[in-house]
């Protein structure tokens, strides 16, 4: 018959059992929506279309071609299967030399060749998530604390904080200022931080932006850069949308960066890179993440951890073979960009045509949509989840609200373009350009069908938005002082 209910929870952990998942988020709900009915163009066309996946299936035809032509990078094949028994075999988790030898060397390609990445840095993990976990557990405590720009990645919270008990405090970019970090806000960040008397171990950027669709120009990350050797913290940046630029100019990495700032203004030991294939090769499932140190002991560290997340011997057998060829990994850079480029001005041109507008972004696989005319209230973060509700049940599109990456005002959401093929993007504007006309453009004034159970389920929710959603920044707020660049604490757009 088992435990009854309410001792089920006294035989889990309290790691296991925590709130800091954050899987109670909008960003979570709408996948678990889309899950319970997923569109298909031709089995279930009213269905819901997934906006809310940044995911890149642009190319994957490249990569199918690939091992069609190379039946001998696989184990499972009659070419490759001579191998079989050295690679089903233990290995150490250093990882196949020459697996590590070609990371390194896209990593290089995939920042336009000028940066070279020493393959003895490269330490393996289960995706970004475990690479981004792992850089916690060897750079912090619990209670140390990270800042972190906002808008940032709704998963962070689980990747970053989870398991660690790591602290985020965000650095809030408005839209006065098209969402863009500065030094000035960083340090304003930092010392509200100091004030609090948390213990600051670091600082994180996602470069290229998500959600934004931004990239830091070389200015901006050669004084960060700097700010951290002068504050005697970390830096960590996650990568792994390097290779997603389709405009605007080249990526610039902090390993350029590192290259070209005197030595006397950069503690290279302070220097971290998260990075992937999830993104840039449209490979997440094969859940390779890496994080890159130029810190001796970090590496030796993240090393001894990667033992709980490797990657198999046998993608890494593959990907070593696909890597290592030039020919094809200029061409599917060179293509890869080129199609994202084409996407993204298919699906913003769309949404013009509907009179929505996103912010101007370069890179990435989403657009930062705003959809602030269509809130009821535009000062009330309610009024956002009423619009997303209205989008999940109505439009039929999974597309994530802002609240969910931090974002401190409302109306603004993430829209992925690049998991989807043509036919099902256009059925999505489709449905986005109906719902505008339909409104006639007027504020949103109706609420879902389903309104008692979304007060009920926003009910249950109010604890965890209010100390995960604004909580950590109203803190820095509290005090009455504003930063440079930053809204006033008494903006109507920090209240709910």
């Known amino acids: 018959m088992g435990l009854p209910a309410k001792n089920k929870g006294a035989i889990l952990s309290k790691i296991a059992t925590n709130n800091q998942h954050g899987e109670n988020s909008e960003y979570f709900d709408g996948w678990k929506a889309y899950d319970k009915d997923p ?45 079989f028994s050295d690679i089903a075999n233990f290995q150490d988790y250093h990882g196949l030399k020459k697996f590590r030898q070609a990371i390194a060397h896209f990593m290089g390609k995939a920042r336009g060749g000028r940066v070279t990445f020493d393959p003895e840095r490269v330490v393996m993990s289960g995706g970004a998530t475990g690479a981004n976990e792992t850089i916690m557990f060897c750079l ?21 904080r989870w398991r660690t008990g790591v602290e985020i405090i965000p650095v809030p970019c408005p839209s006065s200022n098209n969402f ?75 390993a350029e960066v590192v290259n070209d700032v005197d030595i006397s203004e950069v503690n290279v030991d302070l220097i971290h890179i998260v990075y992937s294939l999830s993104k840039d090769m449209g490979l997440p499932g094969f859940r390779v993440g890496i994080v890159y140190s ?106 994530s609200p802002g609240s969910s990456f931090r974002c401190t005002e409302p109306g603004w959401f993430r829209v992925c373009f690049a998991n989807m093929d043509d036919d099902t993007l256009h059925v999505a504007l ?29 009910a249950k929710k109010q604890n965890w938005r209010q100390s995960n959603l604004r909580l950590s920044f109203r803190r820095l707020y509290e005090d009455g002082l504003a930063s440079p660049g930053i809204m006033s604490p008494h903006s109507p757009l920090l209240r709910a």
Request: proline residues 3%.
């Open 294 to 399: 130029y810190n001796d002991s970090v590496v030796s560290c993240a090393r001894k951890m990667s033992s709980f997340g490797l990657v198999s011997s046998q993608t890494q057998l593959m990907l070593a073979s696909m890597l290592s060829d030039d020919r094809f990994v200029d061409n599917f850079l060179m293509e890869s960009s080129k199609r994202l480029g084409i996407r993204h001005k298919v699906f913003t041109t769309g949404l013009k045509k509907a009179d929505i507008s996103c912010l101007t972004s370069n890179a990435g696989l989403f657009a930062w949509m705003d959809l602030r005319h269509l809130l009821r209230d535009r000062n009330s973060f309610e009024s956002e989840i009423e619009l997303w509700h209205i989008i999940i049940d109505k439009v039929k599109l999974n597309v």
């Open 39 to 83: 569109f298909h163009i031709s089995r279930n066309p009213h269905g819901i279309i997934q906006m809310g996946l940044a995911e890149n299936q642009l190319c994957l035809d490249l990569i199918k071609d690939w091992v069609k032509e190379n039946p001998e990078a696989s184990i499972c094949t009659l070419e490759g299967v001579h191998q």
């Open 140 to 160: 912090a405590d619990p209670g140390d604390v990270f800042l972190i720009p906002s808008p940032y990645y709704a998963a962070f919270d689980r990747d970053l």
């Open 430 to 458: 489709g449905r986005i350009q109906d719902f505008v006309s339909k409104n006639n453009n007027k504020i949103v004034e109706q609420i879902s069908e389903n309104d008692q159970v979304i007060q009920n389920n926003n």
């Open 180 to 254: 863009k970090l500065t030094v000035e806000a960083v340090d304003w960040a930092y010392k509200k931080a100091q004030e609090s008397n948390k213990k600051i171990k670091g600082l994180i950027l996602t470069n290229p932006s998500n959600p934004l669709g931004t990239m830091l120009d070389k200015d901006t990350l050669t004084n960060l850069v700097r700010f951290v050797t002068r504050k005697n913290i970390h830096l960590v940046v996650d990568e792994i949308y390097a290779a997603t630029v389709f405009a605007g100019g080249d990526f610039v990495s902090v």
